[in-house]
C-alpha cells in the first residue's frame, strides 16, 4: 500500500520566514496533492502535480515534486499568521490517502 | 474551486441509533468520492472509494456494514454509521473527484459525530 511521510511532524516559524515541509513516497506517484487544513474543519486544495520535476507557485507557496516522483516540497516564503494551520500532502494511485501531516504555526 | 457541502457539521446521537452523513458535490459531477475518518491530531483515515453506481470499495479494516455508502447519482454520495456507539465518535470527511478540473480531489467541511 501507499506510504506517505511528512517532515517535519510540527514546525514553529516566526512570521516573515521561509519554511519547507517533506513528503516522501514509498511508491511512485502518479499524482500528488498538497491540502491545508485548519483544525476540525475541511481541507482546501492547494496544489497537484503529476509530472517529474514539475513545480508549481501560488501565491507565496511553491510544491516541487522530483524526477523519480517520490518526494515532493511545499514551501513558504514570508510566511504570514494566515498559513497557520496542518499541510497534508496525498498520493492520488486511483484513490487518495494522506500522509502523517505537518501542523505549522507561526509565531509574530 | 469546485463546491462540496458536507451535511450536517456536527451531530450527536444515541448509542445504538444510525446516523446519516451527506456529501454534495455542488457544481460538478463527482463519479468518485471519497469517506475519511479524522481522529484527534491524526491525519486522514481512507474509509473507502465511491463510484456511482457501484458497490463501495473499503479499505482493510472498515466494517462495510457497520459504515454503509451510498453513491446514487453524480452529485451525491452518503454514509450512515449504523448502530453507532461511543467509539465510532471522530471527525468524518467526504470528497469528490472534479473529473472537469483533470481529477482533483475536494473536499467537504466535515462531520462531527459524537455518540453518547
Known amino acids: 500500500s501507499q506510504e506517505l511521510e511528512q517532515s517535519p511532524q510540527s514546525l514553529i516559524v516566526q512570521e516573515g520566514k521561509n519554511l519547507t515541509i517533506n513528503c516522501t513516497s514509498s511508491?511512485?506517484?502518479?499524482?500528488l496533492y498538497w491540502y491545508k487544513q485548519k483544525y476540525g474543519e475541511g481541507l482546501i486544495f492547494l496544489m497537484m502535480?503529476?509530472?517529474?520535476?514539475e513545480e508549481k507557485s501560488h501565491e507565496k507557496i511553491t510544491a516541487k515534486l522530483d524526477e523519480k516522483k517520490q518526494q515532493s516540497s511545499l514551501h513558504i516564503t514570508a510566511s504570514q499568521p494566515s498559513h497557520a494551520g496542518i499541510y497534508l500532502c496525498g498520493a492520488d494511485n486511483e484513490k487518495l490517502t494522506f500522509g502523517t501531516g505537518t501542523r505549522l504555526t507561526i509565531i509574530p | 474551486g469546485a463546491v462540496v457541502s458536507q451535511h450536517p457539521s456536527r451531530v450527536i446521537c444515541k448509542s445504538g441509533t444510525s446516523v446519516k452523513i451527506e456529501c454534495r458535490s455542488l457544481?460538478?459531477?463527482?463519479?468518485?468520492m471519497f469517506w475519511y475518518r479524522q481522529f484527534p491530531k491524526q491525519s486522514l483515515m481512507l474509509m473507502a472509494t465511491s463510484n456511482e453506481g457501484s458497490k463501495a470499495t473499503y479499505e482493510q479494516g472498515v466494517e462495510k456494514d457497520k459504515f454503509l455508502i451510498n453513491h446514487a447519482s453524480l452529485t451525491l454520495s452518503t454514509l450512515t454509521v449504523t448502530s453507532a456507539h461511543p467509539e465510532d465518535s471522530s471527525f468524518y470527511i467526504c470528497?469528490?473527484?472534479?473529473?472537469?478540473?483533470?481529477?482533483?480531489?475536494?473536499f467537504g467541511q466535515g462531520t462531527r459525530l459524537t455518540v453518547v
Open positions: 457544481d460538478f459531477q463527482a463519479t468518485t
Open positions: 470528497s469528490a473527484r472534479d473529473v472537469g478540473t483533470g481529477g482533483i480531489a475536494f
Open positions: 502535480l503529476q509530472k517529474g520535476g
Open positions: 511508491k511512485t506517484l502518479y499524482g
